[in-house]
């Protein structure tokens, strides 16, 4: 039986995936190099990140994190991609910490990554297989980029993938708004409004 695509949340079968929401890409600087995305993520995407792992954390979902963080010390390992842009924070820096706003819980993981998607370079998909989970709500940083490619890696890769529209960001409202609508066709997009709710209702809980 196909699943339906936009059939509520059930946690018994969903992570929450939180994508890149590390210190060393939201920070003070930020506010100056990138305004936009600085301004947005403060405002509405981390409220409503911290809202949805609320709601998960207490209808029982699994939530996993990433953050981008070599292997090495010098990024050795990192793909060609994110030697070219520049993207390398060594292992156990405090670039690879979780923002505060955001701390994961004392049992969920934290996978470092150095691809845009982390199905190419985490144990991600193995982990939820054997956690025994098939729908994945992606959100983080940045919707065109790790969003984007995350969203389509887990399709094909037979998920059922969800991404809450004011659970990610990126450096413009133009980007952010196209790439919701190139990768519509991937998941279901929904608000964290809605999400949030059918993670409250009985089913949700887990009462029925």
């Known amino acids: 039986m196909i699943p339906d695509r936009n059939a509520p949340l059930d946690p018994a079968r969903t992570a929450i995936l939180v994508i890149d929401t590390q210190d060393g890409i939201f920070n003070a600087q930020a506010e100056v190099t990138r305004p936009h995305f600085y301004r947005s993520a403060r405002d509405i995407t981390i409220p409503n990140i911290a809202r949805l792992l609320a709601a998960s954390r207490a209808a029982g979902a699994e939530i996993v994190y990433t953050v981008i963080a070599s292997l090495t010390r010098n990024g050795r390992d990192r793909s060609l991609d994110y030697k070219q842009t520049g993207f390398h924070f060594a292992p156990g820096s405090p670039e690879t910490h979780v923002i505060a706003e955001l701390a994961p819980g004392p049992d969920e993981m934290v996978l470092p990554k150095t691809s845009s998607s982390l199905f190419n370079s985490t144990n991600f998909e193995y982990l939820i297989r054997n956690i025994g989970l098939d729908t994945i709500v992606v959100t983080g940083f940045l919707t ?65």
Do not use: N, W
Request: contains cysteine; aromatic residues 4%; glycine residues 12%.
């Open 144 to 208: 065109d980029q790790c969003v984007d490619h995350t969203v389509r890696d887990g399709a094909d890769r037979g998920f059922r993938m969800v991404c809450p529209i004011d659970g990610c960001t990126t450096d413009t409202p133009e980007r952010h708004e196209q790439a919701l609508s190139a990768f519509k066709g991937y998941c279901r997009q929904a608000s964290t409004d809605e999400l949030v709710g059918e993670l409250a209702s009985p089913r949700g809980r887990g009462d029925g």
